[in-house]
């Protein structure tokens, strides 16, 4: 059980890691799109209007 218990942390352990570096690389991504999303938005309302 202990061995076992030892191995979850482990790869719970890995799996935090992994984690905060696809946040890291989302946040990233994810400020790129905000910063275009202002600037496809009012291309888009001129469009509408």
């Known amino acids: 059980m202990r061995a076992a218990r030892a191995n979850e942390q ?10 905060q570096k696809t946040n890291k690389r989302r946040t990233m ?3 790129s799109v905000a ?4 600037y496809s938005g009012s291309t888009v309302a001129l469009q509408w209007l």
Request: aromatic share 6%; proline share 6%; no cysteine.
């Open 10 to 19: 482990r790869t719970n352990k890995r799996r935090t890691m992994n984690e």
């Open 29 to 31: 991504s994810g400020l």
């Open 35 to 38: 910063l275009q999303w202002p």
